[in-house]
């Protein structure tokens, strides 16, 4: 029986992995024009992660990158929001803190309500709240008079469920959960230091958005908003995975729907004078501070006041 050759070792040739690579990816074939090949096969093996399986693994490098950013003061409101882990959110560590995406953005958007408005002691009211994120970081890091949620029904059970969990008992019986159907009776009438509408006037339909800001403009002293500037139709960010009718749905919603590129950083501030305009509740208010939202290139976030009422 004769002995199995063994393979001729090449003093600099390349490793099992690399061969598998050479002969699957960066093939002859392949090489042999360049059109496309940084955003195919051949540059996800020689430069980036192919971004189509590993989105995970993106947006925990964006959240790192981000979160080795935040400064001392919103590492602090970070650290006072507990229990921010509940609900298992993709996080990374940062000096030591758990960070995720929806904190991260969390923190940024008090930061900018709590340079303009006397957040402890202050009435506030979010349209739309999600699952409560801003809720429970203002709650965590200011002492409110109350916290007033208006949301859908399904959406409002799950930040009721969510504040009940990761609030004190003490935080959680200051806010009030209010359907749309009970605005007139349980809104109307009242007043608040501070309205807050965090990616949702964008999804509503024109005549909501201006019903609420009509609303806003008769009850609020001030108005923090943090929407996208307009729409985007560059189907190579998520291949219109949710179907042309939910794409189309998506366009016809809101009140700045201009298509623009939202990775080009002049198209977006062409954008800001309508956003500005488009969200001021109403004649007597003022933009107190405005600029990009951290995070999402198109998103823009402002503050108005409204003018003193006269005793």
Aim: hydrophobic share 40%; with cysteine; glycine share 6%.
């Amino acid at each position: 029986m004769t002995e199995q050759a063994q393979p001729v070792r090449r003093r600099y040739g390349p490793s099992a992995q690399w061969e598998h690579i050479n002969e699957a990816h960066i093939t002859e074939a392949a090489v042999a024009d360049l059109a496309g090949f940084k955003s195919n096969g051949v540059n996800f093996k020689l430069a980036l992660w192919n971004p189509h399986p590993n989105g995970v693994r993106y947006l925990k490098a964006l959240t790192f990158a981000l979160g080795m950013r935040l400064s001392p003061a919103n590492r602090e409101r970070l650290r006072r929001t507990r229990n921010r882990e509940v609900g298992d959110p993709y996080s990374v560590r940062c000096d030591g803190e758990s960070v995720c995406l929806d904190y991260l953005q969390a923190v940024h958007e008090v930061e900018v309500m709590a340079a303009n408005v006397a957040l402890d002691g202050a009435q506030v009211v979010e349209i739309g709240a999600g699952y409560g994120r801003t809720c429970h970081t203002m709650a965590s890091n200011h002492d409110l008079a109350g916290y007033t949620i208006i949301d859908l029904p399904n959406t409002l059970e799950l930040s009721r469920r969510y504040l009940r969990t990761v609030l004190t008992p003490e935080q959680f019986a200051k806010i009030r959960f209010v359907g749309i159907d009970e605005i007139d009776e349980q809104v109307r009438g009242h007043r608040f230091d501070l309205c807050v509408n965090v990616d949702s006037f964008a999804e509503m339909s024109p005549d909501t958005v201006r019903d609420y800001l009509a609303l806003i403009d008769e009850t609020c002293a001030h108005f923090y908003v943090n929407n996208p500037v307009g729409k985007y139709l560059d189907k190579s960010l998520d291949g219109h995975s949710q179907g042309a009718a939910v794409v189309e749905l998506a366009l016809s919603s809101g009140l700045l729907r201009d298509v623009i590129d939202i990775h080009d950083s002049e198209a977006v501030l062409a954008k800001v004078p309508a956003f500005v305009s488009a969200y001021r509740p109403g004649e007597g208010w003022e933009c107190v501070a405005q600029e990009r939202s951290v995070t999402w290139s198109y998103y823009w976030q402002a503050l108005y006041r409204a003018a003193p009422v006269p005793r």
